[in-house]
């Protein structure tokens, strides 16, 4: 397989089959899904985390199926390889089946999206199906699921009680029976993850959820240290982009205010004989 081949689902269970751990991470526009794509990454999420990371919204319930799909299309644009799911927003699935395939419909033909991903275990099961039957591939998003961050107690590490932990392991079950591809975890115990990819016959995902899983997620504001709110136990900062980004604009700031910058390579000329004929038609019109 060439390293370009844009990556479908087989491909995702391959890696799966010889134990290969998939790569995914969010992004929300052109030129970081392309920095991603190029440095190889398996899978894209553009989650409705964007409207916290980009548009400074304190929770996801902001983001509208509108913002979801012109950044999709920005992030699909941008990508060769990676498998591209695009997270269905607060509203967008819950209240019909209907609306669920109408709107999943959107993320694949106006976002170029391969995937779309809603979160809930059997509560959401009949919308995963309904979509699935339409021709759209779903991922399940189970745990730590923001949407109901009322419902669930909180921004929290879910099923660390018995009785929580067997209702996980349970949603994931319904999940991969109503025909989800693949299912996300998002801050649930290592222990109770294990048991969950043991169970599976499809591809789990994990955010804060362990090792044990098939792939790992992470948000990209928060590997690039880019996201100031809060940072959730289970992220790892992989460079200090906000720092060099700051620095660069101080720079810049001194620069201006100084004069160092422009300097004349920055400047554009005026050819030497279109110069003297600017000079003599404003000396005539003297
Ligand atoms: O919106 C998002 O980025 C997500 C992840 C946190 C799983 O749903």
């Known amino acids: ?29 052109y ?17 409705d985390s964007g409207a916290m990371c980009l548009l400074g919204h ?38 019909s089946n209907e609306l669920a395939i109408k709107n999943a419909g959107r993320f ?13 275990g059997a509560r959401m099961a009949e919308r995963v199906e309904a979509i699935v039957k339409a021709g759209i591939p779903v991922m399940g ?12 107690g909180g921004l929290k590490a879910q099923g660390r009680t018995a009785e929580t932990a067997a209702r996980l392991i349970e949603d994931a079950k319904v999940l991969e029976e109503a025909g989800a591809f693949a299912i996300l975890l998002e801050a649930i115990p290592a222990r109770v993850a294990e048991i969950i ?23 990209v504001h928060d590997i690039l240290n880019l996201f100031e709110a809060f940072t959730p136990k289970f992220v790892k900062v992989y460079a200090d982009v906000a720092a060099v980004m700051l620095q660069a604009f101080r720079e810049y700031i001194e620069e201006v205010k100084s004069g160092k910058f422009p300097t004349p390579d920055h400047e554009y000329r005026i ?13 005539e019109g003297r």
């Open 1 to 29: 397989m060439s390293e370009r081949k844009k990556l479908t689902i087989p491909d995702l269970y391959a890696m799966v089959e010889r134990g290969e751990k998939i790569t995914f991470l969010t992004a929300y526009d």
């Open 31 to 47: 030129p970081t899904a392309r920095l991603e794509d190029r440095a190889g990454i398996d899978m894209i999420l553009v989650g």
């Open 58 to 95: 304190e929770t996801t319930l902001p983001a509208t199926m509108d913002f979801m799909v012109e950044i999709t299309a920005a992030v699909s644009r941008a990508v060769e390889r990676a498998f591209v799911v695009g997270d269905m927003p607060y509203m967008s699935y819950q209240p």
């Open 108 to 120: 694949i033909s106006e976002g170029g999206a391969d995937a779309v991903k809603l979160e809930g």
């Open 141 to 152: 998003h189970i745990g730590l699921t923001p949407q109901a961050a009322t419902l669930i």
């Open 197 to 219: 990819v043991r169970n599976a016959t499809v591809p789990i995902l994990s955010i804060g959820s362990g090792a044990a899983c098939h792939g790992q997620l992470l948000i």
């Open 271 to 283: 050819p030497k004989e279109e110069w003297k004929r600017l000079q003599e038609m404003l000396d």
